[in-house]
């Protein structure tokens, strides 16, 4: 009996990510260092564990309502308004998610259906497209390279009129996974004009919200309440990648729709991460500033060593990862880049292709690691580069002449 034949037809159409692909691919290189994962190198704060001891000792172990417990909720709330001035009711606009992941898939899930299309700004996080693959949706890449990857008000106009009536959504991840870079108010502004003239969703991710470093976070919410469906959790913010706690904020009569794919999916988040989630909204509300300023010296030391060994960098100002196009004179395949450079001095950066097309030439570094490990990969990276630049132009000339 074959049974691989009977799955999913749209299942068949998608793949474990890249990024998770080569990330395995180079694990079992020795003394390799991983600049790899969008995790936080930082532990949970102590408050933090300390609450979800409390939970399990209290015996919080059974299932909590679908939305989640009500005092989550009302922190949540809380929250958003003094972080961002964002007003959400906790009874009926809020949902806690088993992380942001679960949240985008709930939202797209219960939004898109066979013919659908979503446009995203390119290159993006690559965990939206199966999704809106398995819904049986296409997705509409909106190439921001040569804005430096700042989507704007033109490039949706121009993919509204070509797609017309078939876009049933946009996806925004900002600051952005995997180029940092994030959008200004009046960047914002001049997109929110555009969208809220047209019948569609804008499902905004915003999980690295609280790591911006040069502007205070805006949320697009803030300027299109009606149509927004928000992302955010607690991974990133509060090093809690394990605990799997997200939100999704939108208006009651969106919020009364995704709940019936979320209960379907997961019923309801852990009650134990729950009660660890109030802490952290509410006492830990603060809690990312330290991670925060480390995570801008670390940005600052590995910008500065990239662009001077002749990598082009669109200067992050969020999240934990740069963003660098390989320079000229070197395998322009990234894949190939990745691989040949974690073969030979161990260390492991992500390979843009990982992105989409649009993100070819380029590598991902995440300096959510600690400085020592930081200077050493830099100094493994500048050794590859000053080594392999003359074996690749004398292949190129072998090949030419």
């Known amino acids: 009996m074959d049974l691989t034949n009977r799955f999913n037809r749209q299942v068949n159409k998608i793949a474990v990510s890249l990024i998770r692909q080569f990330d395995e691919q180079v694990s079992g290189i020795e003394g390799i260092l991983k600049l790899t994962l969008g995790e936080p190198d930082f532990n949970t704060p102590e408050h933090v564990k300390k609450a979800a001891k409390e939970a399990i000792d209290a015996n919080f172990s059974h299932y909590t309502g679908m939305s989640g417990l009500l005092d989550v909720r009302e922190a949540a709330a809380y929250f958003m ?45 690559p965990g939206y497209e199966p999704i809106i693959t398995l819904a049986g949706a296409e997705p509409v890449y909106l190439d921001t390279r040569d804005n430096d990857f700042v989507l704007t008000p ?76 928000l992302i955010n959790g607690l991974s990133k913010s509060h090093a809690m990648t394990g605990w799997r706690i997200g939100f999704i904020f939108a208006p009651a009569i969106l919020t009364a729709e995704i709940i019936k ?98 993100a070819e030439g380029y590598v991902r570094i995440s300096y959510a690691s600690d400085m020592d490990k930081l200077t050493t990969a830099m100094e493994r990276i500048a050794h590859y580069m000053a080594t392999q630049r003359v074996t690749h132009y004398m292949a190129t000339q072998r090949v030419t002449h």
Request: proline content about 4%; hydrophobic content about 40%.
């Open 154 to 229: 033109e490039m949706i106009e121009a993919a509204m009129a070509e797609h017309g009536e078939q876009v049933k959504a946009i996806i925004l991840n900002y600051p952005s996974n995997p180029t940092g870079v994030t959008y200004n108010r009046q960047e914002l502004q001049a997109i929110a004009d555009v969208l809220k003239k047209y019948d569609i969703f804008v499902i905004s991710d915003e999980i690295y919200s609280e790591l911006t470093y040069d502007e205070s976070h805006v949320s697009i919410a803030e300027m299109l309440r009606d149509q927004t469906i």
């Open 81 to 125: 308004k003094e972080k961002y001035h964002l007003t959400y009711q906790p009874a009926t606009e809020i949902l806690v998610t088993v992380g942001a992941t679960e949240a985008i898939s709930a939202s797209l899930l219960a939004i898109l259906e066979q013919g659908d299309k979503v446009l995203l700004p390119a290159p993006i996080y």
């Open 261 to 358: 794919v979320h209960q379907y999916l997961v019923t309801a988040a852990a009650t134990v991460s729950q009660k660890a989630a109030v802490r952290a909204l509410i006492e830990g509300m603060h809690d990312a500033e330290i991670m925060k300023e480390e995570y801008r010296k670390r940005r600052d030391f590995v910008y500065e060593q990239m662009t001077q060994l002749g990598f082009e960098v669109a200067r992050p100002n969020g999240a934990f990862y740069i963003f660098a196009k390989i320079p000229t004179g070197y395998e322009q395949d990234s894949m190939k880049f990745c691989i040949d450079l974690a073969q030979k001095e161990a260390v492991a950066l992500i390979p843009g292709i990982s992105f989409g097309p649009e």
